[in-house]
Structure formats: structure tokens, C-alpha cells
């Protein structure tokens, strides 16, 4: 397998993140996936990665107390709307695969709707990966798509949690990827994809580890 990738909230290192702009950033860079994070509101799935909303944009309060009209208003960096799903997938067009983290409650069912009925207008279901940190949500996601479970710290029972998501990836924080857990992820038939790379020597030690792929916000340091 190559070894991917993946525009972490698009090429979040040069645009601002989780918009149009960073995602079509990061196709130009030659990701062949782009990961974003999502969050339910007025059962539209809007792409942003905090619960709130200070950081990126120049609204106030809680993602999931904001209308979706509110949401929609704000600048987003460089005059970019907060995207919806939708519009990220269009956008992105087949042009890269798509990996969804759900962050916030209530993700699982409006994201596998919409993905399903991508699927039946021509899109396939291995063109996107659905992850989370929040495994019980992750669960709740329609078995069609493939499902990445998402570590940030260490913890003993790495593989009865996967097994339980019936996971496809092991998606890990650079911090606790090890050579031996990468071994034993391959064992267990997972990919691996360790998040966020951003420096040129992580990206070849870690390949060079038999990682599967990395998240970084610049596309461009990418070994080639
Ligand atoms: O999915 C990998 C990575 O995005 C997880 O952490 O906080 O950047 O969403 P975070
Ligand atoms: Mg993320």
C-alpha cells in the first residue's frame, strides 16, 4: 500500500482550516485524502473542528447552541464560510478520499444518511473513512462505510476496542506510535494513520516504521 497523505483539515498549514480554500489547497498538493471534523446542527453536518467558535471564526459561544443560519453568517479566515459536508464533498469531487471525524454528539446518523445517499449517486463507500475519538458514536455509523478509531492516549486493550468498531483503521497520535504497535495493528489486518505530522524527518521515520499514512497540515513537506 502507499503510503497517504491526508490534508489534516485541509492543508490547514497554509489556508484556514476545515474551509474550501484549505481543502482545495491540499488536492493542489497532491493529498490523495483530506480529513475534516464535523458536528451536527439543524441536521446539517457543518465542518468545523472546536466546539467553539472563537478560535476559527469570529463568531462567540457553543457550536451546538449557534442557528445554523448564525453558523453560516460568520468568516470563517480569509472571508471562507464555515463548509457543510456537502459542499466539502462536492467540491473535492472524487479528486481525493474523504476522511470525516465526528466530534460532536449526534454525528453518527446525519453523516451516514448523507453519505448513503452519496453512494447512490455514484460515489463509492471506500472513498471516505469515518473516525472519531468518540468510539460509542463511531458505532453508530452505517457498517458500509469503514470506520477509523482514533487514539490519543496509550491504553492496554488497543485491539478489543478495534475489534469491537469492527475497524478498518487505527488512527493514532504521533505521540504513542511505536514500531512494535504498528506491527501488531498490521497483524490484526488495520491500516495505520498517525496524526499530525508536520515536520519532513517524523514523515520519513514514520513511513519508514510501516506506517499507512499520515495527517499533516503541510502537504508540501511530503515525502516523494
Ligand atoms: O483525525 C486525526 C486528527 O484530526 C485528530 O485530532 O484534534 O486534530 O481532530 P484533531
Ligand atoms: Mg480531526
Redesign the pocket.
Known amino acids: 500500500m502507499t503510503f497517504l497523505c491526508?490534508g489534516?483539515?485541509g492543508a490547514s498549514g497554509h489556508a484556514p482550516e476545515n474551509t474550501l480554500k484549505a481543502f482545495e489547497m491540499a488536492i493542489e498538493m497532491q493529498c490523495t485524502w483530506i480529513?475534516l471534523?464535523v458536528y451536527a446542527v439543524e441536521n446539517e453536518v457543518i465542518v468545523i473542528?472546536d466546539d467553539k467558535l472563537e478560535r476559527t471564526t469570529d463568531g462567540h459561544g457553543d457550536v451546538m447552541d449557534a442557528s445554523l443560519s448564525y453558523l453560516r453568517s460568520l468568516d470563517a479566515g480569509d472571508g471562507e464560510k464555515i463548509p457543510t459536508l456537502i459542499e466539502v464533498i462536492e467540491l473535492v469531487n472524487h479528486r481525493a478520499c474523504i476522511?470525516v471525524?465526528l466530534?460532536g454528539a449526534g454525528t453518527a446518523e446525519p453523516v451516514s444518511q448523507l453519505l448513503i445517499q452519496l453512494c447512490q449517486r455514484g460515489w463509492q463507500a471506500e472513498e471516505f473513512l469515518i473516525?472519531s475519538?468518540d468510539h460509542p458514536e463511531l458505532a453508530k455509523t452505517d457498517k458500509i462505510f469503514r470506520r477509523?478509531a482514533?487514539f490519543?492516549k496509550k491504553v492496554d486493550d488497543y485491539f478489543a476496542r478495534t475489534t469491537r468498531l469492527g475497524a478498518y483503521a487505527l488512527?493514532l497520535?504521533m505521540k504513542i506510535t511505536t514500531a512494535e504497535l504498528v506491527r501488531q495493528a498490521h497483524d490484526q489486518g488495520l491500516i495505520v494513520?498517525v496524526?499530525?505530522v508536520n515536520k519532513h524527518e517524523d514523515m520519513q521515520r514514520l513511513k519508514a516504521m510501516g506506517v499507512d499514512g499520515i495527517?499533516t497540515n503541510f502537504p508540501d513537506r511530503f515525502p516523494r
Open positions: 491526508i489534516h483539515r480529513e471534523d473542528h476522511n471525524e466530534k473516525s475519538f477509523g482514533l490519543a488512527n497520535s494513520l496524526y499530525t495527517f
